[in-house]
């Protein structure tokens, strides 16, 4: 059972438009964590939310922690080709004597020049 | 640029190999992790060392053994693998075990391993 539900799973836009990724759960996190991964790369942290409500800006893109710590939304304003990745959720959850990320199934966007 | 590296890039191995995938991080970090990254499926946490001790096992099959020398470098030796096995293998590090508190994991690029 995928603890993190991502949509959509592809995304293929124009340059200059606009996109929301969803990132959902069922379960409580205590923070969540979106990523970016390009082909060939690991994943590269963009941003951490820790507060339910909380609205977090970098550059172009806005990330959503919902109130009740149980999804997020990452939307991105007029899409640049650079943009083109796998965008990963991860939400911390506590394991045994550590806590640690699960992480959603991505959502592949390419943007087209 | 990711202070993490990892060798190979990239691997083809048959099942009676025995080959062995190699991290160091380079940030100063007491924490390292081994991820596995299928098509289609999400990552999958697969051992967690801090300051040299293990302190994650998620259920991996022992074909899979990590050794963690140093708080530098991280290896994992493969063994026996099946094709299902195939997969990017990825290798991260933090400065302290996650406690979600939104610590800060660096990945590596990852080794691309082909199981025949």
């Known amino acids: 059972t995928q603890l993190l539900e991502q949509s959509p799973q592809f995304l293929s836009i124009q340059e200059g438009e606009n996109l929301t990724v969803y990132c959902n759960s069922s379960?409580?996190?205590?923070?969540l964590q979106w990523y970016r991964q390009e082909p060939g790369e690991g994943p590269v942290l963009l941003v951490t939310?820790?507060?339910?409500?909380e609205v977090k800006k970098l550059k172009r893109l806005t990330f959503q922690f919902g109130d009740a710590r149980k999804d997020s939304s990452l939307h991105i304003t007029a899409a640049q080709p650079g943009d083109t990745g796998l965008y990963l959720c991860?939400?911390?959850?506590?394991?045994?004597?550590?806590?640690?990320?699960?992480f959603g199934s991505g959502t592949q966007l390419t943007v087209l020049p | 640029e990711t202070g993490v590296t990892q060798t190979p890039r990239h691997l083809v191995m048959g099942m009676t190999n025995k080959k062995s995938l190699k991290c160091e991080q380079h940030l100063g970090h007491n924490a390292m992790y081994w991820y596995k990254q299928s098509a289609k499926k999400p990552l999958e946490l697969m051992f967690v060392y801090n300051f040299k001790e293990q302190t994650e096992n998620n259920s991996v099959p022992s074909r899979f053994s990590p050794e963690c020398p140093n708080s530098s470098h991280l290896f994992l030796h493969l063994h026996t693998l099946q094709p299902e096995d195939s997969a990017l293998y990825l290798c991260?590090?933090?400065?302290?075990?996650?406690?979600?508190?939104?610590?800060?994991?660096?990945f590596g690029p990852g080794t691309r391993l082909l199981v025949l």
């Open positions: 939310v820790v507060t339910g409500g």
């Open positions: 991260a590090s933090s400065q302290q075990p996650l406690a979600g508190g939104g610590e800060t994991q660096y």
């Open positions: 379960s409580v996190f205590s923070s």
């Open positions: 991860a939400g911390a959850i506590s394991s045994g004597s550590a806590r640690q990320l699960t």
